[in-house]
């Protein structure tokens, strides 16, 4: 994507001024959409499986989940983070990077 800078690894305390300066910001569910939602800065979030945006999402942040799986529960999967997937992770497969980048346009 153009004028896109990946900014993984920086320190914490950087972090809020990082993402309050930005144009928006495309995460992981975690501290940084919390970190997006407390400053005011337009955020995609990646939610995959894991959990489902009902629980903690917020209600102006573009939230990307899988849809309903008949291998996860109706709030999200079951297994604790450090098993591996038996179903081969098919909560990840439609959240493509040409469906985070569309995303990312419409709010552009």
């Given at each position: ?12 305390g ?18 940084v ?67 985070v ?8």
């Amino acid at each position: 994507l153009p004028r896109v800078e990946d900014r993984r690894g920086r320190p914490v305390g950087e972090l809020q001024t990082l993402v309050a300066e930005s144009s928006l910001v495309v995460c992981l569910v975690g501290f940084v959409m919390h970190l997006a939602a407390a400053v005011g800065t337009p955020a995609v979030v990646i939610y995959g499986g894991r959990e489902h945006p009902a629980i903690d999402g917020y209600p102006d942040q573009v939230h990307l989940a899988s849809g309903a799986l008949d291998c996860r529960g109706r709030w999200g999967c079951h297994l604790a983070p450090d098993l591996v997937c038996p179903h081969g992770m098919r909560c990840m497969d439609g959240l493509t990077p040409e469906l985070v980048a569309g995303e990312v346009f419409d709010l552009l």
